[in-house]
């Protein structure tokens, strides 16, 4: 790099670069701090008054506001924000007016997160078997709800999901879409479906494509490994969804930057962060305990009995969460495939999310932890009648969900309506 003396402005701004840069990963800060260096350093540009060395600003500038809705509340952006409309005044970068613009070459860039952040911390969602989902934050729940529902929805990505019954009367996942978004110089919006009334998996997208970009930088791209397992790689964003098939029943799991997941959307609940709709679960601990209790509850019939459903999900290796949706679901339907789908949840979670093994797996394959809750008492049973009904037995678990759990948004009105009678009183 070739410098001339430096100002305590420049060397305000090196500092930044050396000592506060390598730690922030909240935005592309790091990212554009790159592309300045490269520059300084490949075209042996003088931090100076000079033509190139504005333009090297205003390239930086542009950097920063292309990544601006992800650096809010960053005191690093809005520092260097300050510093280079400081030192374009100080060069007198208005006598340079080709420098006004970024560079051609810029503007036409899509620049990929990992790029910024190349050892960025990753969360995994996943939804598999019978209504059965791991949230971002490890969290497990057995939702109580079929229809169809958003697992995440941010400014790049929509995954929605549609749970509802098969031939056999498992309520299970039955459709996946993948919507990715527009991305102003990385990707068109590309949209892929996936159903279990199809014979295999979807290989592209519905416009036939299997990539978005051009052939040497593929920002999208639909890697399917056979007929039943596809990835799709949102390489902008450093984000993996795998979309899995065992016989009639799909799965689905995102694998994304963590920084990404304070850009949700607040228009609505999302299974992989807010949890089930309106929080309301299946009590799954409650009914492995004593499931006799639960389904006679529940006006159904085990398909398997208890010991014979344990020591199956036990001998196919699943453990933890996994182990107790593959028991709940052999008990509740008697599907071999299910057992095979829960086994291919946890192992897919062990290869593509480390922090699963390191943090969260236990090895449990028992019930023997549940069995305190052997004596609870099951409430709001439905009529027997249900059960012979067209609908699913799976449907009656709506009238007998952990339905109290309420969002802050709506204890705050109720609390202050409360205190408001109690004033008026």
Known sequence: MSTASFTPLQFIIITIHIFVFPFGRCCMVEYCAGMYSQKLDEGGIIIGKNAPYCQVITDYIFCLQGTSRSCRGNLKFHTLQTLLQRQKREFSCSAFPETASPSEALQRRCNFLADSMPHAMHRYCTAFGSRHVRRFDGHFETCARSGAYPLIDNRYLLVQITHSNLANRVNALTKVTVIVKATRHCTSQKQYEAGTE??????????????????????????????SHVEIALQHIATMVYVRRQGPFLSVAIRIPETLLKEQLDDGEQLCTTGCVRGETVRIKEALA????????????????LKIATDRCARVGVNDAFFDACVFDLLMSGDEMLVALAADAEHHIEKFYPPYSRH???????????????????KRCPAHSISSSSSSPFSSFFLNVDACRLSRAEVIPILTLYFVFRLLR
């Open 290 to 305: 004593n499931p006799h209790s639960f389904t006679r509850c529940q006006g159904i019939h085990l398909k398997t009995p």
């Open 198 to 227: 199809d014979a295999e998996l979807a290989v592209s997208f519905v416009d036939g494509t299997m990539f978005s970009g051009d052939r040497s930088q593929r920002t999208v791209e639909i890697r399917p490994h056979n007929g």
């Open 360 to 378: 969260y797996a236990n090895g449990r394959h028992n019930l023997s932890i549940y069995d305190s809750l052997s004596a609870y008492e099951w």
